[in-house]
Each structure stands twice: as C-alpha cells, then as structure tokens.
C-alpha cells in the first residue's frame, strides 16, 4: 500500500513534516485489526481521563521534578514508563533501568506515566517524568486544530484508503477513518508544541545518544527529526516482539529509501540477538545487544521442583476475553489437573483487576505477578498467541505452545514454537512429550553478554564524531 512516491509528497502545509509517519501505524493497524482481530479493535478512541487521578499524578510528578532540578549527561534514555516492577522494594524499570544503570552517573532517563501510577521509591534516582509537557502536547493538539490540519489528514488517509482498496480489496469503515483523520489532524495541530518541548528536553540535558523507546514509531518521528538536526544520535532499545507482522519495524522500499523518510527514524535499533533483527527490515542500523531483564531473571531464576502445576496464558493486551474463554474451556478439559492462570498484558493489567478484584474468573486465576518471571517459576507450560513472554519461557519452562490463529500466523511469519488449533488440541499437545530447545537458536535469539555489549556499543558511538 504505502510503496508509492506519493506518500512522500503529502507534508504539513506549515512545517513541511512528513505527514505518513504520524498516521502510518494507526492505519496500517487498523487493517490489521479489520482482519485478524475478534472482538477488540487495535486501534480505538482516546478514552476520557479520569480528572482526580491525573491531576493527582500530575501533583506529585511536579513536586518529584523540581526536587530533581536540573541533569545532563552524555545518554538519555527516554522511555514509556511501561515494566515497572519491585525489586528488593523499589521500583525498577525493565525496559530502561539495566542501560541506566550501567553509565549512572552520564545517563538521565525521563519517563512516562501509566495507569497515573508514579512508582516511588524508585532504584534509578536520575530520573524525571514527561507528565506535564505531555498534557501541554495533548491539551495543545485539542485546542488548535483547525481546518487545515483536518484537510491535511483527510487527503493523506483517503489516499491510503483508495490504495488498500484498489490493490488488495481492503476497506475502512467511514467511522473509522474519521476517527483516524481527527487522530492525524489533533497530531499536526500539537507539532509545534512537541517540537519545541523536544528541543528543549535535549537543550536541557545536552546528550550526544538517545535511547528511545518506541523510536521506531511514526509517533515518535518529530523526536527523531529534532535529534537528528541537533547532531544527536538516537538509538531503540528492542522493548518486545518485534517481527515480519509487525508494521513499526517493516516498510516498504520506497519509504527505505527515502533519505527524507529515514530522517523520521533512528540510527540504531539495539535487538535481542541477531534472530530478532533478521526479522526485519528498518532501515537503521542494527545492533545485536541481548535482553537485559531476560539475562539476569534467568541468572536468578529456580524453579521450585514439583511445583510447576500451571498452564500460564499470555494476553495480548487487545482481546482479553478471547483469551478467558479458552482459559475457561481448557479448565473443564483438565478438570484439576494443573491451575489454568491466565496472564493479563501490562497494558490491560489495571482494567483487569478492576473487573476480577478476587483475583480470579470461575476456576481461572488472574495472574496477580507484575515480573512475568515470577509466574514462570511455577508454570508447567506458557501458552500464547502473540506474545514475547513466549520467546522469554524458552528454556526456563518445560513446554512453550503457540496459539496458531491467524492473528499468530501473521504476527509471526517464522517461530520456533509447537503449535495448536483449540483447547482440546492444547491438551493433547500438554501430554505429547517435549522437545529439545537448540543452544544455538537460545543465542541467536538471547545474546549473551548484555552488559559488555552495551559498553561496546557505547564505547563505539560515543567516540564517532558527530
């Protein structure tokens, strides 16, 4: 769909930006979702937000911010705020505390907010919250957008829509593209707000790399284009899956090609291990460094003998109550035999607790552990449609089986899984013996070594010149 010239052509009438970046993601997922997605769609309105909690968060991130006062250093590692979890009483970030803490006293981080929940006390202490200028963003992008942000968003969609159509019988529902269009023309109307609170982050911290989580994303394309004019190096740090199904990290020729279009992305994009970035085809320059939170729960880890009596389901974080029903199913199959936990994605965690406050849904346990490790430690078996946890169980518990929906086939075009159709083939598949896991494929999808890794990675962008 988006291999035309075309798409490079459609810019912000008074930036001259790029404008498929902004919207790419959410209309390819949009497809993705009319096609392979059930009961939940991938992308949806921004729900309201609740006044008492935000302004609560907001409260105390204000207060944290100002007790930090002002740090630099030579790396910022910029992150969603996602993968908290506690570690010997504080709170630690798995995605972003492992490359903090390897150069602390250079690194800064500057994180999101989620489910308004601000982890405190917190093991990474050079650390500040993007709160405040995110609500000035999102209160700028609903209060300036006018009708030449809606007629720019409009041209580029129905573009997009025309192309999805003619060439592979794809449609958008009218609803849904005027959702998308208001989405593309709230984002145009807070670009400059979102530059020049980018600009200011980086005038603050003077940084010569920064790790950014979800770079890759045409979201974060502004923040890439103000890196990359200040002559500061932007690298992803692997945060999940990534894959031939995934549509942030594969692109058509046109766009790789496009010096213009690569100015949206980053430099770098530091992977698990050479697997992972086989996968695909960004145009950066890709790195193999390992999954820090992988290689350390893996050190520590050890399984009780003789406890491992549970069936650990992984969520999607889209369709929870698909995954609760073949929870449901599977427990009348076993009738006892193991405890049927289903696991909540981080990103429907708080919504689930809300709706299971017992911890529980029938004879299904809602997994309550908020280190996906923790659950492995008793799982006889993890099962998943599309999930990482599933390349994470590898190797730690004793069998690993794939959901094999069209979603999964999609999502991940290779696997190393064991597969299964439905509940009652996931029950004869529990009882067929287990497979051997290769010491090499566990390396080329885990590279051992993280930390020096890093270093060396460090060592060789922080001596480039420029």
Same mark, same amino acid.
């Given at each position: 769909?988006?291999?035309?010239?075309?798409?490079?052509?459609?810019?912000?009438?008074?930036?001259?930006?790029?404008? &498929?970046?902004? *919207?790419?993601?959410?209309?390819?997922?949009?497809?993705?979702?009319?096609?392979?997605?059930?009961?939940?769609?991938?992308?949806?309105? #921004?729900?309201?937000? /609740?006044?008492?909690?935000?302004?609560?968060?907001?409260?105390? #991130?204000?207060?944290?911010?100002?007790?930090?006062?002002?740090?630099?250093?030579?790396?910022?590692?910029?992150?969603?705020?996602?993968?908290?979890?506690?570690?010997?009483?504080?709170?630690?970030?798995?995605?972003?505390?492992?490359?903090?803490?390897?150069?602390?006293?250079?690194?800064?981080?500057? $994180?999101?907010?989620?489910?308004?929940?601000? /982890?405190?006390?917190? &093991?990474?202490?050079?650390? *500040?919250? &993007?709160?405040?200028?995110?609500?000035?963003?999102?209160?700028?992008?609903?209060?300036?957008?006018?009708?030449?942000?809606?007629?720019?968003?409009?041209?580029?969609?129905?573009?997009?829509?025309?192309?999805?159509?003619?060439?592979?019988?794809?449609?958008?529902?009218?609803?849904?593209?005027?959702?998308?269009?208001?989405?593309?023309?709230?984002?145009?109307?807070?670009?400059?707000?979102?530059?020049?609170?980018?600009?200011?982050?980086?005038?603050? *911290?003077?940084?010569?790399?920064?790790?950014?989580?979800?770079?890759?994303?045409?979201?974060?394309?502004?923040?890439?284009?103000?890196?990359?004019?200040?002559?500061?190096?932007?690298?992803?740090?692997?945060?999940?899956?990534?894959?031939?199904?995934?549509?942030?990290?594969?692109?058509?020729?046109?766009?790789? %090609?496009?010096?213009?279009?690569?100015?949206?992305? /980053?430099?770098?994009?530091?992977?698990?291990?050479?697997?992972?970035?086989? @996968?695909?085809?960004?145009?950066?320059?890709?790195?193999?460094?390992?999954?820090?939170?992988?290689?350390? @729960?893996?050190?520590?880890?050890?399984?009780?003998?003789? #406890? @491992?009596?549970?069936?650990?389901?992984?969520?999607?974080?889209?369709?929870?109550?698909?995954?609760?029903?073949?929870?449901? %199913?599977?427990?009348?199959?076993?009738?006892?035999?193991?405890?049927?936990?289903?696991? !909540?994605?981080?990103?429907?965690?708080?919504?689930?607790?809300?709706?299971?406050?017992?911890?529980?849904?029938?004879?299904?346990?809602?997994?309550?552990?908020?280190?996906?490790?923790?659950?492995?430690?008793?799982?006889?078996?993890?099962?998943? $449609?599309?999930?990482?946890?599933?390349? $994470?169980?590898?190797?730690?518990?004793?069998? #690993?089986?794939?959901? %094999?929906?069209?979603?999964?086939?999609?999502?991940?075009?290779?696997?190393?899984?064991?597969?299964?159709?439905?509940?009652?083939?996931?029950?004869?598949?529990?009882?067929?013996?287990?497979?051997?896991?290769?010491?090499?494929?566990?390396?080329?999808? &885990?590279? !051992?070594?993280?930390?020096?890794?890093?270093?060396?990675?460090?060592?060789?962008?922080?001596?480039?010149?420029?």
């Amino acid at each position: 769909i988006e291999n035309d010239p075309i798409f490079l052509e459609f810019r912000c009438p008074r930036s001259g930006v790029l404008l &498929w970046p902004l *919207v790419r993601n959410q209309f390819l997922r949009q497809l993705i979702s009319d096609l392979y997605y059930q009961q939940s769609p991938l992308v949806a309105a #921004v729900p309201a937000v /609740p006044r008492r909690q935000a302004l609560g968060a907001l409260g105390r #991130v204000l207060g944290h911010n100002l007790r930090q006062g002002r740090m630099s250093g030579d790396v910022l590692v910029v992150g969603t705020g996602a993968g908290h979890f506690q570690r010997e009483g504080r709170w630690f970030n798995r995605i972003t505390d492992y490359l903090a803490q390897e150069s602390p006293a250079s690194t800064v981080s500057v $994180e999101g907010v989620v489910d308004w929940h601000v /982890p405190h006390p917190r &093991w990474n202490q050079r650390v *500040v919250y &993007w709160l405040p200028w995110q609500g000035a963003i999102t209160v700028a992008g609903r209060l300036l957008t006018c009708d030449v942000h809606v007629r720019a968003a409009r041209e580029v969609l129905e573009f997009a829509r025309q192309r999805a159509s003619q060439l592979l019988g794809l449609t958008i529902a009218d609803s849904n593209m005027g959702m998308l269009v208001g989405m593309l023309a709230r984002k145009l109307a807070r670009l400059p707000v979102m530059q020049c609170a980018y600009r200011r982050l980086l005038e603050r *911290v003077q940084p010569r790399l920064v790790l950014l989580e979800q770079a890759c994303y045409g979201d974060f394309a502004p923040f890439n284009q103000v890196a990359r004019e200040m002559g500061i190096r932007v690298a992803e740090p692997q945060h999940g899956m990534v894959s031939g199904g995934h549509d942030a990290y594969c692109y058509a020729p046109v766009l790789r %090609e496009s010096e213009a279009y690569r100015a949206c992305l /980053p430099h770098d994009f530091l992977g698990y291990g050479a697997w992972w970035n086989s @996968q695909i085809n960004v145009p950066v320059q890709k790195w193999v460094i390992g999954n820090p939170h992988y290689s350390e @729960q893996r050190r520590s880890i050890s399984p009780a003998p003789g #406890v @491992q009596k549970d069936i650990l389901l992984l969520g999607d974080g889209i369709e929870f109550s698909l995954y609760l029903a073949l929870a449901q %199913e599977l427990a009348q199959l076993l009738r006892g035999r193991y405890r049927i936990v289903l696991r !909540p994605h981080p990103l429907e965690r708080a919504e689930v607790q809300l709706r299971f406050p017992e911890g529980r849904a029938g004879d299904v346990l809602i997994d309550p552990n908020r280190d996906i490790y923790s659950s492995f430690a008793t799982a006889h078996a993890v099962v998943g $449609e599309v999930s990482t946890g599933l390349f $994470e169980a590898q190797g730690i518990v004793g069998r #690993v089986l794939l959901w %094999e929906t069209p979603k999964a086939r999609f999502s991940y075009p290779q696997h190393p899984f064991c597969g299964f159709a439905d509940a009652r083939a996931l029950v004869e598949a529990l009882q067929t013996p287990e497979g051997e896991y290769s010491a090499l494929l566990a390396e080329e999808i &885990w590279a !051992p070594d993280w930390a020096h890794n890093y270093r060396e990675y460090l060592a060789q962008v922080l001596a480039a010149p420029g």
